[in-house]
């Protein structure tokens, strides 16, 4: 890794419920657990994966370190910043150090506005710069992202899917961010183009040492881009570590049956399937214990009762799982 050891952010015990409509008129309300007591921490320049299943709360952790949502419960640090409760001014502010690259590409960008005024735009909100220097930041954005000059005059609708991503990493690197959240940034190109998009990525990151929580359920994408990954499950992290100890010993079951689904370039290569079976629990009835014991085919009564700890597996990986050892 080359980020060193200085943390950049830190989600420390962090709880976001909503409440959800009751069951009756007079009935009581039921609780959405979005995320459950979750820790991680970022270190500068490095890249970490959080991945799961869709609902899993991967995308309210995002905005939790964005400061668009502030935590039931918990706290969370940016650069030496606490985000869990910033008025606008403090939430503008953090912009400035904590950028977004959404998933829809096209839908997050302004159809009436041309590109390079969009990419401006944090420039002239936060009064970097004179006017020149402004207009001179934005062509070499385009340049970094391997565009020509010539986009800044364009629209949204004239150009494609992938040319849209690359404007928007530009647009995130504006204020120059120490922190990008991607937020599937890849899923809806097709995959010639996400191949391009996250060799970009990767040279972003090495370029420019910011950081990334990629937020993502395609495991290859995060193998190739992030060091260390968190692995999602109805609002907990199960597991986490470095990326390559994980992918070579998975130790929580549902790791396993996330690994054991990941297409194989090579049939005769492929992984015997691990299967859970049944559906994902609704966040607003968790079961009791280990949130994966409805599925997992090595539930025991200990699962059913008690809440696994995140445990150390040797040197680099954490699980939480009553029977790894």
Known sequence: MNHGTSTLAEVENVVRHYA??????????RFVHAVDGIDLVIHQGEAVGLVGESGCGKSTVGRLIQG????TSGRVRVDGIDVSDL???????????????????????????????????????????????????????????????????????????????????????????????????VSSLDVAIQRQVVRLLTDIKD????????????????????????????????????????????????????LSAVPRPDPRARAAAFLLTGDVPSPSDVPPGCRLNTRCPYAAEACRNSVPALVPMGLSQRAACHFVA
């Open 20 to 29: 959800g409509p009751r069951e009756s008129l007079f009935g009581q309300r």
């Open 68 to 71: 668009i949502e502030s935590p």
């Open 207 to 258: 370029r420019f040492n910011v950081a990334y929580l990629f937020i993502s359920h395609d495991l290859n994408v995060v193998r190739e881009i992030c060091e260390r990954v968190a692995i999602m499950y109805l609002g907990q992290i199960v597991e986490e570590g470095e990326t390559e100890s994980i992918f070579r010993r998975p130790a929580h079951p549902y790791t396993q049956a996330l």
């Open 87 to 185: 008025d606008a001014a403090g939430r503008r502010n953090l912009g400035r150090h904590v950028q977004t690259i959404y998933q829809n590409p096209v839908g997050s960008l302004d159809p009436r506005v041309r590109i390079g005024r969009q990419i401006r735009e944090p420039l002239d909100i936060h009064k970097v710069g004179t006017p020149a220097e402004r207009r001179d930041r934005v062509i070499d954005l385009l340049d970094n992202v391997g565009l020509s000059a010539r986009y800044a005059d364009r629209f949204p609708h004239e150009v494609s899917g992938g040319e849209a991503q690359r404007i928007v990493i530009a647009r995130a690197l504006t204020l120059k961010p120490k922190l990008i959240i991607c937020d599937e940034p």
